[in-house]
């Protein structure tokens, strides 16, 4: 076979400037877009979140074979302030400890998940001397003065400990782990407080009744006054949005004074689409709609990212779109982890996202159906690895810094769906034989995946006329868009493979390979398409 050279595509792989080895991971913007820089140089996440309480070093090695299964190179672990900080003053860094040694002896890197004051709102795992003295750490209060069973953002004490602690963890990275095997923080984790929007403490009232802060209303772009005519009828979320971030900021500033990891926040979602229900929601976590509070409070924080459990295509696609923004790179830090979840992370791909995991990704007998899988089975665990395993063979992150991505995934309904990137259309269409259109064939069986949720692809133009793209269960067509010259047409389709960042291209697709349309089912391959015109 000849192995076919591609510089031109090369010197358009390595536009991004080299940057020296050994940097702290961080994150880079430039045009609108972002990456995760790790070792110098883009990095995407495949990553894996472990159960909640496999947070100790037996259930530890019940990790490491799902997440080489489905071929991820991050995992998203906690550290709990419990298990840190049994007793106060008194740190155990064993697991930290364990978690670098293993991580590193399995070839993976870390997203730390600091389960602190706020942990899915409650406060389960803080220390037993946080848990059981409310007067120290008070909860909040509810309007009619009951304590709700979530932590004060308010409490001056509770934020002094959360962060001694927070800043503990953070200076025995800095100490261990050089490497940075450690590439990402999550101080917390989906914070905010269900049914009770704000702290109605006195003291907490008083602040509320004052001025809502100038660097907000500043940043919101809105005329000064108090949270309720600043705010209206959404005050108290955003109030307590305000605090919670505040408080998160204190923890991120201080931990990257120690270090400079990029650090984000994580979000229970609600319904992206529609009037918010404070008391339904988690009101004060970093949902799409308030993302400029958190932007104004907690400018340490990197992004606000969502975590998605929501299995209606139109609600991820939404959600998706709230958190892409040229101030907020994308990321799925949770994800279910059942099959047709795996589907989205060609949406994420395509709209630039810096990583994806799904949750849940161990073999500790726990499953979180409905949100998540009934099993772990292995139809389930290849939706992850075929995709995982794609993107792990090509310079990605690299390629789609340095240019305009695209990324489709089934809908619901099955439609295609199309873009145009420059002169050239674009349309993903799903549930086809690799052969024929459908209508040709009436008598012929659909084939299985045309009724099920999966399907998708991702796209990177990497020059005018250049397209590469992976993806699986289905076609892609390329076509002149609409005004454009005419004489457009598909000059070459090419499947090939990276050798580092350089393209390599195994064979020509040609004949019934591209008649109707490129098609990737159950081998999601690198296909390169040049466009040109003919005269
Ligand atoms: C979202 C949380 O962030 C996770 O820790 C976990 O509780 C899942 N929900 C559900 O299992």
Redesign the pocket.
Known sequence: MTLTRTLIAASLLLATPALAQGDTPHIATKAGRHALIVDGAPFLILGGQVN?SSNYAAPLAKVWPVLDRIGANTVEAPIAWEQLEPQEGKFDFSFVQTLLDEARKHDKRIVLLWFGAW??TGLSYTPDWVKLDNRRFPRMKTKDGQDHGVLSPHGAATLAADKRAYLALMTYIRDHDAQNTVILVQPE??VGSYKNPRDYSPAAQKLFDGPVPATLTKALQKPGGTWTTVFGDTADRAFNTWHTARYIEALASAGKAIKPLPMYV?A?LGDPFGKPDPQALSSGGPQGDVIDIWKAAAPSIDFAAP?I?DRASRNVFKHLDLYTRPDNALMVP?IGNAAEYARYFWAALGRGAIGFAP??MDDTGYY?YP??AKRLDDATLDAFAQKYRALASAPWAKIAFDHPVWGAAKPDDGAPVSTTMGDWTITASFGQWQFGQRNWFPKADLPAWATEPTGGAVVAQVSANEFLFTGDHVRLNFAASQGSAPGGMIVKVEEGHFDKDVWIMDRIWNGDQTDYGLNLIDQPVWIKVTMGRYR
Do not use: I, P
């Open positions: 909640n942990k899915n984790n989906e994580n229970a975590d459990y949770e949750f849940g979180n949100l998540g």
